[in-house]
């Protein structure tokens, strides 16, 4: 059996107002870090998070969100997006930023491990993960 | 004169600005920053709070935590006002006082 688990990041606060999302990012990282296989998922306000054209000059906080196009280069293979919550937020995929992904052995590779998911497939995926960190 | 009423939650999140629409009187003024920015957007499930709000009272946004969020100037809802930190400073002296809706 593989020591390796479906590791799942649920975030579902937005960017800035409080510190969930950038401590989300940061364990996203140890996560990968450690080898395990990292999944996203981005739900209420935490569609937020993925939003190009973050500026944070005027608050004077580090704008984090060029980190999010790295993460396939952390091996982070897939990044999910509910669907529902970007529907009432008045998004769309083209609102979101684009995380390419390579695999460095087989160079096999993903234009975009973003992807707008559903209701039914979120609660599939996550009841598949053998672990859950919610943000 | 009168107040002005702060809400730095999201309108998806919380309810804090559901509570300011409620318990604010016509006339006064709403000011929304940090994550309450979000409300100031049109075309999402909570545009209709402010737009009608505005029909009685100005609504005002910080136009720097706008940017932060990467949020850009023609979703804003018509008629909301964007102010900087200096609007911010000249909004709280010209009204009676601050209520934060937090």
Known sequence: ?????????????????????????????????????????????????????????????????PTYKTLGDYEVRHMYVDKESLEARGLTADDLVVVPWEDWETEETVDNIVEVVDSDQLAELIEQSDVVFSF | MSDLHTVNKSPFEKNSLDTC?????????????????????????????????????KV????????????????????????DYAGFVDLVESCDKVQAWV
């Open chain 2, 60 to 83: 005002y946004v910080l136009e720097p935590d706008y940017r932060a969020r990467g949020l850009k100037s023609d979703r804003l809802i018509e008629g909301v006002e964007m102010v």
């Open chain 2, 21 to 57: 629409l409620r318990l604010s009187k016509a006339g006064s003024s709403i000011l929304l920053y940090e994550d309450g920015v979000y409300a100031a957007l049109a075309g999402t499930a909570a545009s209709g709070k402010i737009a009608g709000a505005l029909a009685d009272r």
């Open chain 1, 1 to 65: 059996m593989s020591d390796k688990k479906q590791f799942m990041f649920l975030n579902r606060r937005a960017p800035y107002g409080t510190i969930y999302a950038w401590e989300s990012l940061e364990v996203v990282l140890i996560a990968a870090a450690f080898e395990q296989a990292v999944s996203l998922a981005f739900i209420d306000d935490g569609v937020y998070q993925l939003v190009t054209g973050q500026d944070t000059t005027g608050i004077g906080m580090k704008n984090f969100s």
